[in-house]
Structures are given as C-alpha cells and as structure tokens.
C-alpha cells in the first residue's frame, strides 16, 4: 500500500498517514544493512578494550622479566632464597629476599587473623541477624570504611594504633612480670612495627571481607534456610550448619582476595612497619616487606642501572609471582566448592 | 456425639484459657467443625483428630492472607488442600509447623492444636514443634552436603550423635521414601549431584528422618516428572498408615488419587471441605464446582 503511495509517507501529519509512513520505513530497514558499520566498529572498540587488560598483563610480566634478567644474571637463584639477609645497599650486599618475604606474610597473617574471623562474623550478622533496618545503616558504613584512602590508615597505625599498644603493653608488664616470675622482663614495642600495620590492614581489609561474604551469604537461596528450619534447627544452626557451607566458595574468594590486599598493601607498611627487613615471627619489632622495600628504593637515591635499583624489579616479580599463585589458589579452590542451585 | 456442646467449646475457643482448653482434650479431638464434610467422610475418618486450626485468621501487614479457617486433620489420612494460586494454601500449611513464623511482619490469631496441644502459645518450642510436624516443600531444597548428612541433619539436631544409630536412621528413612536402592552406594556423595525427583524423594527422607506425626507437603510434585509424581505418590499412600498427611496440589487427579478428605480454599477461606470421593464428583458448593470442572481460577 505504501509502496503504491509514496506521497503519504511524506505528509508528517498525524493519523493513518504517519502509520503508513512508519510501515513503509520499517519494511525498508529489514532489508538495509545500516547498522552494520556501527556493529562491526563497536566489536573492535570492545575487542580493544579487552585486548588492553590481556597485553597490560603481559606488558607487566615483560617489564619485570628483562628488567630483572640482568640482576639474576649478578645474582644466582639460590643465593636470592638461600641468604638470610637482605642488605642490597650495603657493603658486602646481601640479597636474601626471604627477609622480606617473611615481613610481607607477617603482617598478612597478623591481618589476616584479625580480619577474616571479623568480617566473616560481621557478615553472617548482617545477613542473618540484623533486622533490615539495622542492615541498611551498617552496610553503607562498612563501605564507606572501605573508601578510606590507605595512606590514611597508614598515619592511623603509626600514630594511634602504635602509641595504644605500647600504653597497654606498658600496662600490662607488672602483670606479665608476676605470671612469668622474671622481674626484668621489659617487653617492648618498637615505634615502628608490624603489628600495627597487621591492624590497620585488617580494619582495610574487613569491609571487603565482610561486604563480599555477605553477598555470598544472602544468595544462599531462602529455601535452603527454610528446609533448615522445618527440620527444627535454630537460627544459630541454620547460619553456621547451612547457610556458611552453602556460601563457602564465595566466603573463600572473599578471604584470598583480602590476603592478596595486605600482601599487595603498600602504603600501611610503608608508613608503620619500619625499613628494617630481617626473618622473624615477633610482630612487635620493625620489619620490612616487598612493597615497603620497592617503595624505599624507588623514592630513594639508588642510580638507575645500578644493581640495587634492579633488586626493586627482582623484587616484585617475586611479589608477582605470590599474587598469581594466590588468585590461581583462588579459583581452584572457588571450583571446589561451588554448588550449583538452579 | 455431644455436638452442640462441643461446638459452643468451639466457638467460644478464642476466648478460653489454654488449661480449660487442655483439660478436655479427648472431647476436643472430635469436634465436629464441618458437619457436612463429616457427614461424607464419617465412615472413614474413624481414626482421632491430631492436627486442628481453629479460626485461623493471618495477614501478612494489613493484608488478610487467612480468615478464620478452621478444619480438622484425622491422624492417618491424606489430606489435600486445593485452590487457585495465591488463595492461601501454602500460607496456611505453613501454620501448622509455624514456619510464618519466619517471614517478617506476618501475624496469626487463632490456634493450631496438635495432639491437643496449643502450638501458638508462649513457651511452645518450635524445634521440637518441627521435629514433630515434617515438610516437604516445592522445589527440592537439599543442603549442599553428602546424601549422608542430609538426612542424619534432623536427628543430630535432636542430638543424636552416635554413628551407627544415625547409619540405621538415614538407612531407615532412605528406605521409607524409596530412594535406598538408587543411593546406598553414593551416601558419601553430594546430595546436589542427585536428579530433581531423587532431590525430592531425599527431602521426603530427610523429613521421615526425625520421626515427625504429621507430614507437610507443598506441591512437592510440582517440579518432578510423571514417572518422579507417581513414585512420590506411591510413596505417600505407603506412609498412610504411619503418618498424617497433608499436601497442597494444583493437581486434581493427583487429590482426587491419593486423598482421603480435600479442603477448597477461595480467597484465603476455606470454602469446603470433605471427602475427597465425595468433593470430586458431587461438591455441595458452586464454587467448588467451578474450581474443580475447570471453569474457574
Ligand atoms: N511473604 C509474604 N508477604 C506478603 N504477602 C504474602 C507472602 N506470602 C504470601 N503472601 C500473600 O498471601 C496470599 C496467599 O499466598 P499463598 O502463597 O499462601 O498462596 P497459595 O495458595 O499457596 O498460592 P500458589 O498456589 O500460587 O502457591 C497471596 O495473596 C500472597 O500474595
Ligand atoms: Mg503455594
């Protein structure tokens, strides 16, 4: 019809006229290959984006790689795991990067304990127990914690959380001298030290913890909860006996990506663990982890070139290395105990 | 029977006091609520009451779900509650273990007696309630854990904690909802890896496990198959003889086959209720008849 008329589907009035104009464009378009351009660009502006990630990737491992190579080429693998000192600068250097290794886990297991117990236990409240009043008002709160520039738990570790912990230990040592029977028994908490970045990682890391593990704990479907109940559980067996093994897999992602945090987490250590790497389990002396070093050197004097700026490089593919293994741990361990409700 | 006395017991049950209430449990566990449904069903509902509601009304916020309800439950019978989606079935099947207990802003007057008892009064243990009053639900909701577990979970409850008295339980209660043979090599195995009507089957087993009296079930066939539907059926009509039954349908053939009595819920009313050979074929009401002939809902 609209073919026989041309003329009506140029009055723009409306009516029968403007439906019939609308007919003929619609049957023109199926036929046009119009759109086509836009989608051919928009694959390849996506393909892009993707492609950036992929290389970003590889550009990183290429970087740390070459820049590396020439310091594995001074010093050999087993001088670089088997010393027990890690004295780049000095002189005779040493290049035990076990010292810092052992910083790094040091403070992310002392986060570690205090974070992932914390904010799983938060999550469960939130996601079982508080009413959705009180729910509403925590969780903007908890993330709002997670804003927090990092740098900003750094000063709060040195010159809060430190001070505190040395008050209280100081407090505390007539009593420790009495239960231990050694009247010279002086513990003490160096200023910087990695305790205090442990805590203030751990109050970093307890949003995630907590936002992530009650997600994963609110998607536990509700009539997992309800054949729970029917059985004549209490709400503590429904939570503890049902919901977290249901929800274990993303419980699990949650708590290796908040380890990967603090063992990435630069700023914090820099600012209250101190600069002094050495192999020790006491988190109350200074200690040094890979990202404090690679921040010391790189803000530092070190001539570029020389072999103490290529340690920073060795460093962090070591760093790099740890974060691949933890997120390949990650997600095997996600497979694992995944359950598909459908 | 003393009828008109028992059913000025009836009328008055809101205003009485739970100790009068316990001290005629016997004359209660006959009370005929519906003299037309006991008139059909007479002959054969000679066993006791064990479950009654008694003027239930429900609303979840302001919204009446249930008004005054009220029927009886004879120990060792199926029954079936019919009615179009959203009358209150399920609403009402989750009275009877106070499972509405759960959802937030819902609120139930009137009683449910079980064996006499008053199970909305203060003091009552809904954990022991719920060990007593089983459910079955729609969709399969096994936790995700070996078949094992699953369904030692009610008994451990309880706390039982023995291995072998568990073993003997969850062989028992496999065996009682006909999935023993298909599972007795694969206990250890996640309950998840299971077909949908074993799923089911294994929350019927689950449910069995903790010896309950009653059994709720809420479309349990809804999500299986014919041949799962007739198996759970089956099974249903071998559990008679130890367990009341309860079970919400949308299946007419499915009431009409395994129930002994059918309640009609229209707009969170019970319209009628009575025999289900009677309900099916010769309804006294026209609204029950235009339900079950199709021609409505
Ligand atoms: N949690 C709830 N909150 C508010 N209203 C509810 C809730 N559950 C049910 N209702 C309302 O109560 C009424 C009865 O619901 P119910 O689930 O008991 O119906 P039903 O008969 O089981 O329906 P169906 O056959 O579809 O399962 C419906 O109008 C429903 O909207
Ligand atoms: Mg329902």
Redesign the pocket.
């Given at each position: 019809m609209a073919m026989e008329n041309p003329a009506t589907s140029q009055i723009p009035v409306a009516g029968g006229a403007a439906t019939l104009g609308s007919v003929a464009k619609n049957s023109e378009s199926l036929s046009a290959t119009r759109k086509k351009p836009l989608e051919i660009a928009l694959f390849w502006i996506f393909a892009l984006c993707a492609a950036v990630t992929v290389f970003t990737t590889f550009g990183i491992i290429a970087v740390l790689v070459t820049e590396s190579a020439p310091f594995f080429r001074e010093v050999s693998l087993a001088r670089f795991f088997g010393e027990k000192e890690w004295a780049p600068l000095f002189n005779p250097p040493h290049y035990g990067v076990l010292s810092l290794i052992c910083g790094t886990f040091l403070v992310a297991a002392g986060a570690a304990l205090f974070s992932l117990p914390m904010g799983l236990l938060a999550a469960i409240y939130l996601s079982e127990y508080a009413s959705p009043r009180a729910r509403n008002i925590m969780k903007p709160v908890l993330e709002l914690l997670a804003g927090v520039p990092t740098v900003v738990y750094g000063y709060f570790a040195l010159l809060f959380i430190t001070p505190l912990l040395q008050n209280g230990l100081e407090s505390m040592t007539p009593t420790l001298q009495r239960v231990t029977g050694n009247p010279n028994l002086f513990p003490t908490i160096e200023v910087f030290n990695a305790l205090s970045a442990s805590i203030a990682i751990a109050i970093m890391t307890l949003p995630l913890v907590a936002s992530l593990c009650e997600d994963s704990l609110r998607v536990v479907p509700r009539a997992l909860r309800e054949g729970a109940y029917a059985l004549g559980a209490t709400k503590m067996e429904v939570s503890l006996k049902v919901v977290v093994p249901a929800a274990l897999s993303g419980i699990m992602a949650s708590f290796i990506l908040a380890v990967s945090r603090a063992v990435g987490e630069t700023m914090i250590v820099a600012l209250a663990a101190g600069a002094s790497p050495k192999i020790t389990l006491n988190p109350l002396e200074s200690i040094q982890t890979m990202t404090g070093y690679i921040v010391q050197v790189s803000m530092g004097d070190v001539p570029h070139g020389s072999i103490g700026y290529q340690t920073i490089f060795a460093v962090g593919l070591v760093l790099f290395c740890i974060t691949v293994l933890m997120n390949l741990a990650s997600i095997s361990l996600v497979k694992k105990y995944r359950h598909k409700y459908d | 029977m003393n009828t008109s006395s028992l059913s000025n017991l009836a009328d008055k049950a809101m205003s009485e006091s739970p100790t009068r209430k316990a001290e005629t449990p016997s004359a209660r566990n006959s009370t005929p609520q519906f003299n037309v449904a006991m008139a059909a069903a007479g002959e054969q509902n000679a066993t006791p009451v064990i479950v009654e509601a008694e003027k239930i009304n429900l609303f979840?916020?302001t919204?009446q779900?249930l008004k005054s309800v009220s029927i009886p439950f004879h120990q060792n019978t199926i029954s079936a509650l019919i009615?179009?989606?959203?009358?209150?079935?399920?609403?009402?099947l989750r009275c009877l273990n106070r499972m509405n207990d759960l959802?937030e802003?819902?609120r139930t007057e009137g009683e449910v007696t079980l064996s006499g008892e008053n199970i909305y009064t203060k003091g009552v243990d809904t954990v022991m309630l719920r060990q007593r009053v089983g459910m079955v639900f729609q969709k399969p909701n096994p936790f995700p854990m070996a078949i094992w577990d699953n369904i030692a979970y009610g008994p451990r409850l309880r706390g039982i904690k023995n291995k072998a008295v568990l073993g003997e339980i969850v062989e028992e209660s496999l065996r009682g909802a006909a999935l023993w043979d298909e599972v007795k090599d694969d206990l250890k195995k996640s309950a998840l890896g299971l077909s949908g009507g074993q799923q089911q089957r294994l929350c019927i087993a689950r449910a069995l496990a903790t010896k309950p009296e009653v059994l709720l079930m809420?479309?349990p066939c809804s999500a299986l198959d014919p041949i799962s539907t007739l198996k759970v059926e089956e099974l249903m009509r071998e559990l008679r003889g130890a367990y009341t039954i309860i079970i919400?349908t949308?299946n007419m053939q499915q009431a009409a086959r395994v129930s002994d009595t059918t309640a009609f819920?229209l707009l969170?009313e019970l319209i009628e209720m009575g025999a289900s050979a009677k309900m099916f074929t010769d309804p006294s009401d026209k609204r029950t008849e235009d339900y079950i002939t199709g021609r409505f809902g």
């Open positions: - | 979840y916020g919204k779900a009615g179009p989606s959203g009358c209150g079935k399920s609403t009402f959802i802003g819902c809420d479309e919400v949308h819920f969170g």
